[in-house]
Structure formats: C-alpha cells, structure tokens
C-alpha cells in the first residue's frame, strides 16, 4: 500500500506562485508514474500533470503547461508541481496519485493511489 501525502497548498493571490509536495511511503516509488489533478466544487476532477518514473517525461493538461512544472525527486520519494501566476480559476482541490502501470495518464481512474487532497485557494 502506497501512502501519499501532499503539502505546500494555502491561500494566495492572483499572480503569486505555489509549490506543492507529493511524499510518498514506498521506498520503490522510483517505479511510479505520479499524476497531479484538481477538482473545483461543483466539478469533475481534471487532469493536471504527470510525470514518468524517471522524470523525463511530463504531460500537461491543457492550457496548463507554461505556468506549471511538474517534477521529482526520487531520492526523497516526492514529487512537485511548481504553479506560477496562479489564478482564481486554479482555486481547487489538489491532488497527487500514482501507480506502476497507468495505461492513460490523464483519467483518474488510471491511478490506484491516491493522497487525501490539499486546498489552493487564488483570491483576485
């Protein structure tokens, strides 16, 4: 079973930067795919980044590339999504999940991990 726990969310303005954190327990987590999604009140989860065990290979939802860079640290078993001119639309839940095998990285349902969530509030 793998534990995932995400960090750094808050409250900030429009235009200021966030890093969150994804912690994972499994010391294999050099073998996971790891996917960011965020689901607004009133939404359906949608896809944010992803990333490759490696951490070559990203994938972007659409119109988030530019603003956000996912990445990872494998040593320290997490990975982050760095947010840069955020905006009240990115207001949401943020969520990290991961799974060795993820046949399509932008559909939750690919992922059998999953962290409890973390709340970005963007106030304009």
């Known amino acids: 079973q793998v534990q995932l726990v995400e960090s750094g969310g808050g409250l900030v303005q429009t235009g200021d930067s966030l890093r969150l954190s994804c912690a994972a327990s499994e010391r294999m987590f050099n073998t996971y795919f790891v996917g960011w999604f965020r689901q607004a009140p009133g939404k359906e989860r949608e896809f944010v980044a992803a990333?490759?065990?490696?951490?070559?290979?990203?994938l972007y939802g659409d119109s988030l590339k530019g603003r956000f860079t996912i990445s990872r640290d494998n040593a320290k078993n997490t990975v982050y999504v760095q947010m840069t001119n955020l905006k009240p639309e990115d207001t949401a839940i943020y969520y990290c999940?991961?799974?060795?095998?993820?046949?399509?990285?932008?559909?939750?349902?690919?992922?059998?991990?999953w962290g409890q969530g973390i709340q970005v509030t963007v106030s304009s």
């Open positions: 990333i490759n065990p490696g951490g070559a290979d990203t």
């Open positions: 999940a991961a799974d060795r095998l993820v046949l399509a990285t932008m559909r939750p349902r690919s992922y059998k991990y």
